[in-house]
């Protein structure tokens, strides 16, 4: 039986991967998309997931509304960084259709909590973004923490440094506050950093794999991440592709052999000067029960074979 899944995105280039991979993946049952900030403010994310899902050909799927800022703050505003990797739009500045759908008038938090309590262990729920909505609910309702079956989380680093300073990820430094209340709640959590993401690389080669499918969703894949690959030729030139790093988090919830994960009891560092660092927390080290795994190793040749196959069917299938 699929496992339910919840994806919550800040929907840029490689959450609209992730998304398709959801789709493509028989071993997951993409319930809906909770929306945050990150990538492109709110309300930006949630008109790319409506419009993604419908070029993907899967209009059924519902988008809930998520908190727009930080904890902490009383607004977002999106980095020149992320408008230059992600394009203005937040898809590689690719020109779809807007979806004549809109987002549900149910929040994200209470939908989430809502859906821990209907599927309970049967739940996967996989945040690319600030952990924001996530600890919204498990305040709100603290039982889900027992309840929900896991979440797979794509961000921090524990073994390499970050990606917006020397110590921090992208996604934990827009709220470390909210990522350290999740990482210290006890839920069952598994972290896919940068440790194992800048090892999944794509390139234009198998972009136009996509393109030739000959599809308005193959285009479109390709296209977008065409854009991605070429703004990390500036931002990340060693690295010789893009990294795949909201796929791989989904690609994880469908399939944890995909990677060797560490346990460890982990905490967020919430002050300066390494606000925003993912690190082991020293006062639960020694605890037997460890809540939380993060990813140390990856299986590549593996994820990128499921990857390049489940996409392609999606672009294949999408009318």
Known sequence: MAKKLILDLDTGVDDALAIAY?????????????????????????????????????????????????????????????????????????????????????????????????????????????????????????????QIGKVVLMGGALTVGGNVNACAEANISQDPEAADLVFRSGIPATMIGLDVTLQTLLTYKETQQWRAVGTPAGEFLADMTDYYIKAYETTAPHLGGCGLHDPLAVAVAADSSLVETLPINMKVDCSEPTRGRTIGDVERLNDPQKTMEVAVAVDVPRFLDEFMTRIGSVARSAK
């Open 22 to 146: 959801a789709l493509g993946s028989p071993e997951l049952d993409l319930i809906a998309i909770t929306g945050t900030f990150g990538n492109v403010l709110l309300e930006q994310g949630i008109q790319n997931s409506l419009a993604v899902t419908d070029v993907l050909g899967h209009p059924e799927v519902k988008v809930f509304p998520g908190i727009s800022h930080a904890r902490t703050a009383s607004q977002f505003e999106v980095l020149e960084i992320s408008h230059f990797i992600h394009g203005l739009n937040g898809i590689g500045d690719v020109d779809i259709p807007s979806s004549t759908r809109s987002a549900e008038k149910k929040s994200a938090v209470d939908f989430l909590i809502e859906a821990v309590e209907t599927y309970g262990k049967e739940l996967i729920y996989v945040p690319t973004g600030p952990l924001t909505n996530l600890a919204a609910a498990i305040e709100k309702a603290p039982d889900i923490t027992k």
